[in-house]
């Protein structure tokens, strides 16, 4: 009984340090979508970092499983105001992919099957703050939550850990992805409350 | 690479009626778009509406490119055509 009350009632709600302004906690994990679900079989599937100057390197599937993993537990926050805490996940950093990578760029805009993007500073990306992710809760990332694999970066709101991602194309300067071009805020705290432009 | 099931989540053109209505005086629902995607010409009432999102994505119902999107900010509405090469909107009386 304790254990299954734990995270429930309004008491504990109000009391939770995790959460930012104007969030709500939640237990599920709701399913936001801007278009049809990809499939995207393994053998298919490719992750490509490009550099400004246009030099790339990417990975296959059986290549990107070989690289060090890590096993991280976060807090996820959706500008729809849903907040979920301390969900664990698995992913290869951004730090080992984009390690042997020359680049001078500040920016980059991420890339995802089915034409999704969206754009975050190159030092968002590094020192431990973002991961390519394939595992949610020890299990294989379903296709709903973005698998095979989704950019998993919890400290900015969720439309910014793009689902299916296949590459990241790195840039000098900075250009609005999908949703920040239609009006959703360039960087994204939900510290700050930075959903729209202009917040 | 879509499987046939996960378009069955689409809501079609007419359930953006009342946000767009906040914005053109007209019902723009009933106006033609063309896509930038493949230039598939018919009804707004006809693209394909994902609105389980931070905003209402429509797509072409020809080639599943995003036509129009619609943000909602708590006092200001977002309207993007860039999928849109043009809107033919009907005019009263002619
Ligand atoms: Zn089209």
């Known amino acids: 009984m304790g254990i299954i009350s734990r995270g429930f009632g309004g008491r504990r709600r109000e009391s939770v340090p995790g959460l930012p302004p104007g969030q709500y906690l939640t237990h599920d994990f709701p399913v936001l979508s801007a278009g049809p679900t990809p499939r995207i079989p393994l053998d298919r599937w490719r992750f490509t970092v490009t550099t400004e100057t246009g030099d790339q390197k990417s990975w296959n599937w059986t290549e990107f499983q070989a690289l060090p993993a890590d096993d991280v537990t976060v807090d996820i926050h959706c500008v729809t105001k849903w907040s979920k805490l301390g969900t664990t996940w698995r992913g290869v950093s951004l730090d080992t992919l984009l390690a042997d990578v020359e680049s001078a760029a500040d920016y980059t805009m991420v890339h995802s099957f089915g034409g999704y993007t969206t754009n975050v500073p190159m030092e968002d990306l590094l020192d431990g703050k973002a991961w390519v992710a394939y595992k949610f809760d020890g299990e294989d990332l379903e296709p709903e939550h973005g698998g095979p694999a989704r950019l998993l970066i919890p400290h900015l709101y969720f439309w910014k850990s793009a689902k299916w991602v296949n590459g990241v194309q790195l840039m000098t300067e900075d250009d609005p992805g999908f949703w920040e071009a239609a009006g959703y805020h360039m960087y994204g705290d939900p510290w700050r409350e930075q959903r729209y432009q202009g917040d | ?94």
């Open chain 2, 1 to 94: 690479m879509t499987a046939p099931g996960d378009r069955a989540a689409a809501l079609d053109g007419n359930a953006m009626a009342g946000d767009l209505r906040e914005i053109f005086a007209v019902d723009v629902t009933s106006a033609r778009f063309m896509c930038a995607g493949c230039t598939h010409t018919d009804a707004v009432a006809t693209l394909m509406l994902w609105h389980q999102a931070p905003g209402l994505v429509a797509r072409c119902p020809n080639c599943d490119d995003v036509v129009m999107r619609v943000v909602r900010a708590p006092d200001r509405v977002y309207l993007d055509l860039r999928g849109s090469v043009r809107l033919e909107v009907p005019l009263e009386g002619s």
